[in-house]
Nanobody
């Protein structure tokens, strides 16, 4: 069982930046990939970015070049740096951990970008 706790969301003006953090605890040795999804009101949850244990990353086209995902394996924490934020980035951002046989999810953190 992996427990994920996110932090760092908030309200920011368009063009601003935020940094999200996700700390993992519990049975963390089984974690392969960690990443972020987001869900805007009335929309489906979508993948934002993920990072493997080895540091390989993947981003959705909508955030590529603006968001950066990183991972501190020693601290069992994954980060998402959000730059050049747009109103359409407004959503609840969820951290996840892929343990191959199952996924764990955080509780979500709200990011609101005002125009």
């Amino acid at each position: 069982q992996v427990h994920l706790v996110e932090s760092g969301g908030g309200l920011v003006q368009a063009g601003g930046s935020l940094r999200l953090s996700c700390a993992a605890s519990g049975t963390i040795f089984g974690i392969n990939v960690m990443g972020w999804y987001r869900q805007a009101p009335g929309k489906q949850r979508e993948l934002v970015a993920f990072i493997t244990t080895g540091g390989a990353t993947k981003y959705s086209d909508s955030v590529k070049g603006r968001f950066t995902i990183s991972r501190d394996n020693a601290e069992n924490t994954v980060y998402l740096q959000l730059n050049s934020l747009k109103p359409e980035d407004t959503a609840v951002y969820y951290c996840y951990a892929d343990l191959t046989a199952s996924w764990s999810w955080g509780q979500g953190t709200q990011v609101t970008v005002s125009s």
